[in-house]
């Protein structure tokens, strides 16, 4: 058996607990401050609080009631949460003991203002208790500010760069063929080389109905079977967009027999006229075309095909759809499928 | 590996040689039009030849640029918050050169795939310490040498740290520590300000 007694107390020199707990406040009997730790000393600068009632310098918030420094003492070592009545975004939190017959020992931390804190009183690390984290958690705001910030940066250069990728494609999604953009610069090369080349501008005739009927995913296999049907009837040097809704545009370079032509769009026009099964639903579309050559032009001129080769489509759906016009002026109509028309242009050759 | 170290690696390159300079050491390594993304993850072997291909292109010894890479990213405004993270280990530079033992805790909290050298640290006497770290990159220990010579510097410690060799795949680093406040240091606030 040991003979060893522990002692039952302890005392401090006030120095050695401010460096244990440097937020600690101590009172007396009757509610009045003796002893503060360094931090705390730092944190209320020139107010002495030596002397002063605890219950001056902080508002009790929690627990509720009390104002009296009995009521304090009584209370003090249930969770506490202070303000300072100085400050009042200043906040705390802690816990008190009894000291054996003469008041209190209050020990506080920030709690979750302790970034605040820390900005506002410039305070260091030795400002905080050895076991104290926040400095972990200071530097763990900072290291993630910093992630964020890269994660930030980088989701704005994929959103941009996707931004740069979408308006340089030159591809239509849903079919996979060349996009309005493409056309665009295709026709420009033409243009510039002056070459002969034919334009076909096609939209699909009751679309809107089988997409009202039948719904969009129908309306999306339509358009998908269509470029199907365009890519398989033209040659693979023609050049097939989709440039808008159910709006398609075929060129095909150098120069064509209108015969040759009426042929390619008679073929698009009967395959397409096939009805389309599509989830157990048969769908029925067929296509207007209009198409102009450069040949019709003494002077071809990008600007007036386009309108040419728009009326041209017009006229077809006008006729009855399910067939093509060409853009030449007051020639008759010729076959049943195949309409001729459309407008008098003062240069045209035919 | 996470493009961190890659990015760290490119931006030391870029603005201490220039872009002509980082742009052949990556056409080098097998990544020109490459921005490394610091977030996004890149095999290890790019990261081997970012360093290798320095070494060429600099004509310089491959302890050189890792030991000049460390102490940029200390020293570089552009990658303060380096130098303000590991502020953080610590009031003073024996503190740091504890919480280096930390290092890789320190980052994974950060960053949840961020590697970071292993480094264990063996205090001789008060003022003697030797420090060993293991990291998949050879050399990572030059590194770490221009980084605490840096963070010496900024604590205003002055030290004697110099490499003390390789063996079983650990780098061994020497450290002497002369004077803990030879000079006044750089200013260090635990928060920073807002705004």
């Known amino acids: 058996m040991s003979n060893f007694q522990p002692k039952p ?80 975004g200043l906040s705390f939190r802690g816990l008190g003991m009894p000291i054996v017959g003469q008041g209190a020992l209050i020990n506080l931390s920030f709690g979750i203002g302790v970034i605040d804190a820390v900005r506002e009183h410039h305070l260091t690390e030795a400002d905080f208790a050895q076991t104290d984290l926040a400095v972990e958690l200071l530097y763990l705001v900072e290291a993630k500010t910093a992630v964020l910030d890269a994660l930030r940066n980088l989701n704005l250069r994929l959103d941009g760069a996707k931004k740069v990728a979408e308006s340089q494609a030159l591809t239509d999604p849903l079919t996979g063929l060349r996009n309005r953009r493409a056309l665009d610069q295709i026709l420009q090369k033409f243009e510039q080389r002056k070459a002969d080349f034919s334009l076909m501008h096609l939209d699909l005739d009751y679309f809107k109905q089988v997409n009202d009927t039948f719904g969009h995913a129908a309306g999306d296999h339509i358009l998908k079977t269509f470029a199907n049907v365009l890519t398989r009837v033209t040659r693979s040097s023609d050049f097939v967009a989709r440039v808008g809704g159910d709006e398609f545009v075929v060129v095909l370079p150098q120069k064509r027999e209108m015969a040759l032509l009426e042929k390619i769009a008679e073929r698009i026009i009967s395959e397409i006229s096939m009805p389309i099964e599509y989830d157990g639903n048969l769908c029925r579309v067929s296509s207007s075309i209009g198409i102009t050559c450069t040949q019709f032009y003494q002077v071809p001129n990008l600007s007036d095909m386009m309108v040419d080769v728009d009326d041209a489509l017009y006229a077809s759906k006008k006729a009855g759809r399910a067939r093509a016009s060409f853009a030449v002026g007051d020639r008759a109509v010729l076959g049943s499928i195949i309409t001729r028309s459309v407008r008098k242009r003062p240069n045209l050759t035919f | 590996m996470l493009g961190l170290i890659n990015r760290s690696l490119q931006c030391f390159l870029h603005e201490t040689y220039g872009a002509n300079t980082w742009a052949d050491v990556a056409v080098i390594a097998g990544c020109e039009h490459v921005e490394f993304e610091a977030m996004l993850t890149y095999p290890d072997e790019i990261t081997e030849n970012l360093i290798q291909g320095a070494a060429t292109i600099l004509r310089r010894p491959r302890e050189t640029i890792l030991e000049d890479l460390g102490t940029y990213l200390v020293s570089n405004p552009s990658v303060e918050a380096v130098r303000r993270l590991l502020r953080f280990g610590g009031a003073t530079f024996v503190d740091l050169l504890h919480s280096m033992e930390d290092l890789q805790a320190r980052g994974r909290l950060a960053v949840p795939d961020l590697e970071l050298p292993e480094i264990e640290l063996q205090e001789l006497t008060s003022e003697s310490f030797v420090l060993s770290c293991v990291y998949p990159i050879l050399g990572t220990g030059h590194v770490l040498v221009g980084l605490l010579r840096a963070m010496a510097d900024d604590y205003g410690a002055l030290v004697l740290l110099e490499h003390a060799g390789h063996e079983d795949s650990h780098d061994r680093l020497s450290v002497q520590l002369l004077d803990q406040s030879y000079a006044e240091g750089r200013h260090f606030e635990l928060a920073l300000s807002t705004g």
């Open chain 1, 9 to 88: 107390f302890f005392s401090f020199e006030p120095a050695s607990l401010a460096r244990l707990m440097p937020m600690y406040i101590a009172v007396d009997g009757q509610g009045l401050i003796t002893a503060v730790g360094t931090t705390m000393a730092k944190i209320f600068q020139s107010d002495t609080l030596i002397g002063k009632e605890f219950l001056h310098v902080f508002d009790v918030r929690r627990p509720a009631g009390i104002v009296t420094s009995e009521s304090l003492l009584r209370q003090v070592s249930e969770r506490l949460k202070l303000t300072a009545r100085s400050q009042p």
